[in-house]
């Protein structure tokens, strides 16, 4: 069977079963990632599922919905952290549980910053209250602190019916709305309205169900959003899914990936050829440069967005993630109002969620966004188009209740709670230093101070020879060294160009999140990979 028509019975199983593997569609047309694309053809054939079960292989009808009718903005979309190099990462976890011999025993998947999956330890608390509310029964049990069952039994409170099975107002459970908000308060010192505030099921939905609101094309132009190179793919997939322009401007490396307003201005007054700019994205702590914004930085954003009326959206996830003693993270909310006139009064949405920080509780879908002078009518729009989607998870607006309302000192949990969160934010900023440190004692390799979140993003100097190969198989060449990477030692990370990354420099990226015996192995291979990459294309 040709490969086009294998591909086209393949995206009839996926219409048929609902059995989908991601992969990009853009990164394949231009080859930056073709090695993966038979990888994702096999992921999609077999999945989950057996493509035989369906009979999509032999299917001759014609489909109403095809690859050429479908969805463009679809096909446009890319998300690297879970691209062709995932796929065949975890075809290799299969290949050594059957038996085949590899250069390696195990698959180090440093490519997405999922806690719990690279050994951290949940935090006690959480998974107590979790526990109570799940099966309200052990709220008789005298093992279960005091504290424990209050939050749980108040959480409760806010569910129809007493249980967290049931739905919720669309933005969420009041209470836990009120305690964000008293969150807020305590973390800025500045008022927050539990109104303004919207649970999400991780920061990913709120964050789209606010771009939603700027999608308005205008006498044939789209509107444009200001996105930070190198981004966190959520941003130019959704985008992209939306049909928006993504204007990309450069931090700059020699600066540890600062934010420079004369390339911001650059940025914009390029864009304004192309579409109409109304938005921009800032990520602080960074992903996935790991830089942490200096007040003065944030300041200097602001008197931009204010002078080319641009709504700020601010992900500020990482917020607990801050590793270097001369690095603090300031909320823009806080600054933006305590500048004053007229900057107060801009609109600002921010965004945080209960899978980074401390707790790592990626799976559960717990986040909340914060949105600040809204014009009523369009702060009703929102409100309603969140409606359509029922209710985040229960479970998940419970965690974000535990990370923003935790044992308070007195409490029986509040020892335990304050240790277990020490302990995680020590080892992850020890791990920080270990990885930039290792990084740049490598030939060929050059790594920034990890400032704060979960990622280290160095830059690679790789031989005129790998990227002509590279070039040869139609591949980016940091595509092509990770692919070898993979291949070699079973460490799986993401290519820079995933991300963005100014023309003719390489880089990757990978998570701080390894646990220290693991990482310490993970840096000893990847140093004997490189350097046997170097002298073999030198």
């Known amino acids: 069977m040709s490969t086009s ?13 609902g059995n989908i593997t991601r992969c990009s569609g853009r990164a394949r047309n231009r080859g930056g990632q073709l090695r993966g694309w038979p990888n994702f053809v096999r992921a999609m054939a077999t999945g989950v599922k057996d493509a035989g079960d369906c009979n999509c292989l032999e299917r001759t009808e014609k489909c109403f919905v095809t690859i050429e009718n479908m969805n463009p903005c679809i096909k446009r979309m890319e998300y690297a952290v879970r691209g062709p190099l995932v796929i065949r990462a975890s075809e290799i976890e299969k290949e050594l549980q059957e038996g085949v011999k590899k250069p390696f025993t195990e698959v180090i998947k440093a490519n997405i910053g999922d806690c719990h999956a690279m050994g951290q330890k949940p935090i006690t608390f959480i998974r107590q209250v979790l526990a109570l509310v799940s099966y309200p029964v052990l709220l008789d049990d005298p093992r279960f602190p005091t504290d424990a069952k209050a939050r749980a039994k108040d959480i409760l409170a806010g569910c129809r019916g007493g249980s967290v ?7 969420g459970i009041e209470i836990i709305r009120r305690h964000v908000a008293q969150y807020i308060e305590r973390r800025d010192g500045i008022p927050s309205n539990w109104e303004n505030i919207i649970l999400s099921a991780g920061a990913s939905d709120a964050i789209k169900s606010v771009l939603k609101l700027l999608v308005n094309e205008v006498d044939g132009k789209k509107t444009g959003v200001m996105v930070p190179i190198p981004q966190y793919p959520l941003y130019s997939a ?13 931090l700059d490396e020699s600066r540890a990936w600062g934010m420079d307003i004369a390339e911001l201005q650059r940025a914009l007054d390029e864009a304004k050829k192309h579409c109409i700019p109304r938005a921009i994205v800032v990520i ?4 996935p440069t790991g830089q942490v914004l200096s007040r003065t930085n944030i300041e200097e954003i602001i008197k931009f967005a204010h002078k080319e009326e641009l709504f700020i959206f601010a992900d500020e996830v990482y917020q607990d993630n801050v590793y270097d003693p001369n690095s603090k993270f300031h909320s823009f909310k806080k600054v933006l109002v305590e500048m004053g006139k007229p900057y107060h009064k801009m609109e600002l949405a921010s965004f945080m969620s209960c899978s980074k920080g401390y707790m790592g509780e ?3 879908r717990g986040g909340y966004t914060e949105v600040v002078n809204l014009e009523p009518d369009v702060r009703a729009m929102l409100f309603k188009s969140i409606s359509a989607m029922l209710c985040p998870t229960v479970l998940g607006q419970s965690v974000m209740d535990l990370v923003v309302n935790p044992p308070m000192p007195g409490e029986p949990s509040y020892d335990q709670y304050v240790k277990e969160k020490k302990a995680v934010l020590h080892s992850l900023a020890e ?13 060929g390799v050059s790594c920034n101070k990890v400032q704060g979140a979960m990622y280290a993003f160095p830059k690679l100097d790789l031989p005129k020879k790998a990227i002509e190969k590279a070039e040869s198989l139609g591949q980016c060449a940091d595509v092509f060294y990770a692919f070898q990477l993979l291949e070699n030692t079973g460490i799986c990370i993401v290519p820079g160009s995933g991300f963005g990354q100014q023309a003719g420099t390489f880089h990757f990226r990978t998570t ?12 000893n291979k990847f140093k004997e990979f490189h350097l046997k990459f170097l002298a073999e294309y030198k």
């Open 5 to 17: 028509l294998l591909f086209t019975s393949i995206v009839n199983h996926v219409i048929n079963t």
């Open 165 to 171: 099975g049931s739905y919720t107002d669309s933005p």
């Open 238 to 250: 959704t985008l992209a899914e939306f049909n928006m322009h993504q204007i990309g401007y450069y």
């Open 284 to 287: 602080n702590p960074g992903n």
């Open 362 to 364: 990626c799976g559960l």
């Open 431 to 443: 791990r920080a230093k270990m990885v930039a440190e290792t990084f740049n004692s490598i030939e």
């Open 512 to 523: 701080i999140l390894p646990q220290p015996d693991k990482l310490k192995i993970m840096l």
